[in-house]
């Protein structure tokens, strides 16, 4: 069981250029989430998605765009980078809702590193 | 809007108990958990309280109370390897499917 992984661990961009980071999951949730986190501060949610074939906007969408075209991945997508993107990515996945506490559990990857000069 | 606030750092020496606040305003309320995050790792999840009250794990214990919107993190017998960044985040939305996270405490644990 691998969890929960990310690619690339990390990467430096120019302004303007785009890339894809994808997440991977190998314990059929149904949730994903892509969260961003600044020095010093907390995750903000990019988007998300509640199953195959479905995203949703999260807190800071502006920028970026998904894709859940198969359960196990999860796309984040930067079509013209900017500086301002510069920030650690952490996907994480989450079984369907319920109300024991492992169902609120989030299982995050290890994380992206982006620099955008 | 939602916001959560949660003390920016916290020092305790090795042995010691200390207590994390979380004060929140949201709507949709669905839970309150809690992760911890050592410098360059991922999160990772420590509790999660949808009903008011303490619930115990070991050496740590979250309690919430929703009609005062806050919750907290307790934690006992300090070791060294406790020193992290300790993040509150609530579960809310219209069918609970998001989270939203506080700021961060950094704890430092001295000998």
């Known amino acids: 069981n691998a969890g929960v992984t990310q690619t690339p661990k990390f990467r430096v961009l120019k302004t303007g250029q785009s890339m894809t980071l994808l997440c991977a999951q190998d314990?059929?949730?149904?949730?994903m989430y892509w969260y961003r986190q600044d020095p010093g501060m907390g995750l903000r949610l990019i988007h998300y998605s509640v199953g195959e074939g479905t995203t949703a906007k999260g807190e800071v969408p502006d920028g970026y765009n998904v894709s859940r075209l198969k359960k196990q991945n999860f796309l984040l997508g930067l079509e013209s980078a900017a500086p301002s993107q510069t920030s650690v990515y952490f996907c994480?996945?989450?079984?369907?809702?319920?109300?024991?506490?492992?169902?609120?559990?989030?299982?995050f990857g290890p994380g992206t590193r982006l620099t955008v000069l | 809007g939602q916001s959560l606030e949660q003390p920016s750092e916290v020092t305790a020496v090795e042995g010691a108990i200390v207590q994390i606040n979380c004060t929140y305003q949201?709507?949709?309320?669905?839970?309150l958990s809690w992760y911890q995050q050592h410098d360059g790792g991922a999160p990772t999840f420590l509790s999660y309280n949808a009903l008011d009250g303490l619930e115990e794990t070991g050496r740590f214990s979250s309690f919430l109370s929703r009609s005062d919107s806050y919750g907290y993190l307790l934690l006992q017998e300090l070791q060294m390897k406790d020193s992290a960044s300790y993040f509150c985040a609530v579960r809310e939305g219209n069918y609970g499917q998001n989270f939203v996270f506080g700021p961060g405490t950094r704890l430092s644990v001295l000998p």
């Open positions: 949201t709507s949709g309320f669905y839970g």
């Open positions: 314990m059929n949730h149904e949730y």
């Open positions: 994480a996945s989450r079984r369907l809702s319920g109300w024991t506490e492992s169902d609120n559990e989030q299982f």
